[in-house]
Nanobody
Framework: QLQLVESGGGLVQPGGSLRLSCAAS????????IGWFRQAPGKEREGVSC????????YYADSVKGRFTISRDNAKNTVYLQMNSLKPEDTAVYAC????????????????????WGQGTQVTVSS
């Protein structure tokens, strides 16, 4: 059974950093595109970042470009999202998702058509 588990969320002050992890079980991440999405209360889900399975190409939403970095460690079957220079508006539940296909961007936005989703981890940026 395909399962994704996120970890690494928490409370951080503005300007701080967090690293989120997305660990897979039941399948090998090597062959999957992995996306990170976030949703804040009262707001629509936003595709934050994505990394492809083959060439490791990446996508970042404009709101996080230059601050967030996605990476994968296939040996650990884990994808990471390094988040630096965090802002209060980054506060949300962050979830990772897996797709057997690729990161699809439509009109500049990450398509949320992923097959498997994790439960999410809370990130709160506040002083």
């Amino acid at each position: 059974q395909l399962q994704l588990v996120e970890s690494g969320g928490g409370l951080v002050q503005p300007g701080g950093s967090l690293r989120l992890s997305c660990a897979a079980s039941g399948f090998t991440l090597d062959y999957y595109a992995i996306g990170w999405f976030r949703q804040a209360p009262g707001k629509e889900r936003e595709g934050v970042s994505c990394i492809s399975s083959t060439h490791g190409s990446t996508y970042y939403a404009d709101s996080v470009k230059g601050r967030f970095t996605i990476s994968r460690d296939n040996a650990k079957n884990t994808v990471y999202l390094q988040m630096n220079s965090l802002k209060p508006e980054d506060t949300a539940v962050y979830a990772c998702a897996a797709s057997r296909y690729r990161c699809t961007v439509v009109d500049g936005n990450l398509d949320p058509a992923f097959e498997s989703w994790g439960q999410g981890t809370q990130v709160t940026v506040s002083s």
